[in-house]
């Protein structure tokens, strides 16, 4: 598939929420020190979202999953500290995947604030110390 076509295959307020996952990652990249530009492709069949000009951060993807219609989601790489980072500061603002993702409501507005610090800090991960964060 390509990634022209990617965003057809969704229901429109699935689309219409993941553009706008889509445009606060690009935004939040765009304005954050030693992310540089961002390459979107295709990772196991989802948009994804990777710093590969400066690899100063971990991969993002975003999807829906019909299995779980009433989310979508961000994902990152399960073998970073990511996921256990984004619990230690926002214990209660989201709904998470294990160690690989948030969980976002399509019926409830983006967290841009809370979502956006997250997306910093994915995009940052391999620029600061992030492994020891928290002790974690």
């Given amino acids: 598939m390509k990634m022209k076509d990617l965003f057809k295959h969704y229901p429109s307020e699935v689309r219409k929420r993941l553009l706008e996952l ?9 304005k954050t020190d030693g992310v540089g530009e961002i390459e979107e492709c295709l ?5 994804s979202f990777v710093t590969s000009q400066t690899k100063s951060g971990s991969t993002i993807r975003i999807d829906w999953k019909q299995r779980d219609p009433n989310h979508y989601h961000l994902y990152v790489n399960c073998q970073t500290k990511l996921i256990s980072i984004f619990k230690e500061i926002y214990p209660d603002d989201f ?12 019926k409830k507005r983006l967290p841009k604030g809370k979502l956006s610090k997250c997306i910093e800090i994915a995009l940052t991960y391999n620029l600061k110390n992030y492994k020891n964060f928290f002790n974690l």
């Fill in 43 to 47: 990772k196991w069949g989802e948009l």
């Fill in 22 to 30: 889509r445009q606060l990652i690009l935004s939040v990249a765009a």
């Fill in 95 to 106: 709904e998470y995947g294990g160690s690989r993702s948030l969980s976002l409501p399509l």
